[in-house]
């Protein structure tokens, strides 16, 4: 009896354990129904019929993060690379994502190492470096177009890693430190070109500036001359008005002769003195002294007149 009553309790117990499900916040569960979906049950408590109703699948509704391993990628230009990424997917419906396809995950991995290939052939090896934005959009494209009949939707892709050959790296390197030194060589080139540029407009500068002050000290020098000539000028003329004036007055005309004659007795008497030869008799030396007492004869007869 006791065995009897012990068998029931635990069939009890089975068939009450059978009769609910509970599904987590997580995940949505496929309920079927003699081999037939039935139902899709939400995260919850849900009622079931013991050996009737039967959970299928259970379906991560979560974003996924699924990591698709290196492959070998052939660019354009026939290099050899390895590349990696990661796939983001969601399951949207689960039906699909249970009766659609048998593994949307392996599928989803191996649709984007293909797609990964193909975009890759497309492009040359520099360009993989600086493409990835429009190859992981290619890539998320393709596979949002094969996985709606599975009801999963490819959020993004990312491509984590592209790895040349050795002999490639090799290669780059060399190439990149070509590139350092050319662009050291022009930066060098040009501080020679812009310090000789500017020596050159240092001279030149200075070649104006001493031709400017040269030119600026003539033009002084010149109207120093020209207000020198200008002052000789108007002291000559003002010399020349007052000997016509005087020679105007009475007596005047008597003075400038005399002046003249003394002058000329005076130059006279200094050539013969200095002169070598003489040209004239030494007595006409005192032809001056005989002018002298004829002017004093002739200013006596003057006064002796207007005394008269």
């Known amino acids: 009896m006791w065995t009897i009553l012990l068998a029931t309790l635990a069939v009890a117990l089975f068939i009450i354990y059978n009769m609910f499900i509970i599904v ?9 129904r003699f081999g037939k ?3 899709t049950l939400e995260p919850g408590f849900h009622f079931v019929i013991p050996f009737v109703d039967r959970v299928a699948y259970r379906q991560e509704i979560r974003e996924q993060v699924i990591d698709v391993p290196h492959q070998k990628c052939i660019t354009k230009d026939n290099i050899e690379v390895n590349v990696d990424g990661l796939v983001y997917l969601k399951v949207m419906d689960s039906y699909k994502a249970s009766y659609g396809i048998n593994d949307y995950a392996l599928a989803a991995v191996n649709l984007a190492q293909t797609t990964m290939r193909s975009e890759v052939g497309k492009i040359t090896l520099d360009d993989t ?5 429009s190859m992981n959009e290619a890539i998320v494209q393709e596979l949002d177009k094969a996985s709606d009949p599975w009801g999963v939707k490819v959020m993004r892709y990312e491509i984590k890693d592209i790895q040349p050959s050795q002999e490639i790296v090799l290669t780059m390197e060399k190439q990149m430190e070509a590139e350092r030194e050319k662009r050291a060589e022009i930066v060098t080139s040009s501080g020679t070109r812009d310090a000789r540029i500017n020596v050159s407009e240092g001279d030149r500068q200075e070649s104006i500036l001493i031709s400017e002050g040269e030119r600026q000290r003539r033009i002084n020098l010149a109207k120093g001359e020209a207000k020198e000539m ?7 003329a003002d010399g020349i008005e007052r000997i016509a004036e005087a020679i105007s007055k009475p007596g005047g005309n008597l003075a400038v002769k005399m002046r003249l004659t003394e002058q000329f007795i005076e130059r006279l008497g200094n050539v013969i003195d200095g002169a070598n030869v003489s040209v004239l008799p030494v007595e006409a030396a005192n032809i001056k002294s005989f002018f002298e007492g004829a002017s004093q004869v002739t200013d006596g007869v003057k006064m002796d007149a207007q005394n008269r």
Do not use: G, N, P, W
């Open 24 to 32: 987590e916040m997580r995940e949505e569960v496929i309920l079927e």
């Open 129 to 133: 470096f600086s493409e990835r934005d």
């Open 37 to 39: 979906y039935h139902d």
């Open 230 to 236: 200008e002052l000789l000028a108007t002291a000559t």
